[in-house]
């Protein structure tokens, strides 16, 4: 038997101490690396413009660093205005 189910909405969250605002020129946004609090669970890689819009990995990552390596990876290839740019919604 296992015990009551848990709605993913009504759990807290661990922000990783690498999540933050970033800048580049004058295009800021944040970048949140979080896990369900109290687990070992992998990091997961969200950044939001400020403008409005955001970008969710599908991928998940073992440590935080890995997380916030692959932001800067995607900003190095394609610019930060990658994420302000208009784009259909989806994941990365």
Known sequence: ????????????????????????????????IYRFAGTQDHWQLAVVALGGG????????ATEAEAYAAFLVMVDADGLDTFTRARPAGRH
């Open 1 to 32: 038997m296992t015990g009551p189910a848990v709605n993913d909405e009504d759990r807290e969250f661990e922000h990783s101490p690498l999540s933050g605002s970033f800048t580049r020129g004058d295009i800021e946004v944040d970048v949140e």
């Open 54 to 61: 955001s970008t969710q990995w599908e991928q998940t990552f």
